[in-house]
């Protein structure tokens, strides 16, 4: 198994694990971890760890799925 192959069995299985995760969760915390990558990847001044605009941020190749946007709609409308 090269490298790349390798990468691509390991994210496979770690998104199954995630997806079960949300699927046993009760809703509240279903929701949370549908949201906190979108949370880890948005730099904002209301957040923890915000430096300053100019500060890279975000997790490579992260696109929000619409679950995590509904997610942090529900728990703030001016998302």
């Not at 199954?16 to 046993?24: K, N, Q, T, Y």
């Not at 997790?59 to 409308?77: C, F, G, K």
């Amino acid at each position: 198994m090269d490298r790349a192959q390798a990468l691509r069995v390991f994210q496979a299985h770690n998104r199954a694990r995630i997806s079960r995760l949300i699927e046993l969760a009760p809703h509240k915390q279903a929701m949370f971890y549908r949201l906190l990558p979108l949370l880890f990847h948005i730099n904002h001044k209301l957040l923890p760890g915000y430096v300053s605009d100019d500060c890279p941020a975000g997790i490579m190749d992260y696109q929000p799925d619409s679950e995590a946007l509904n997610s942090a709609i529900n728990l703030n409308r001016n998302f």
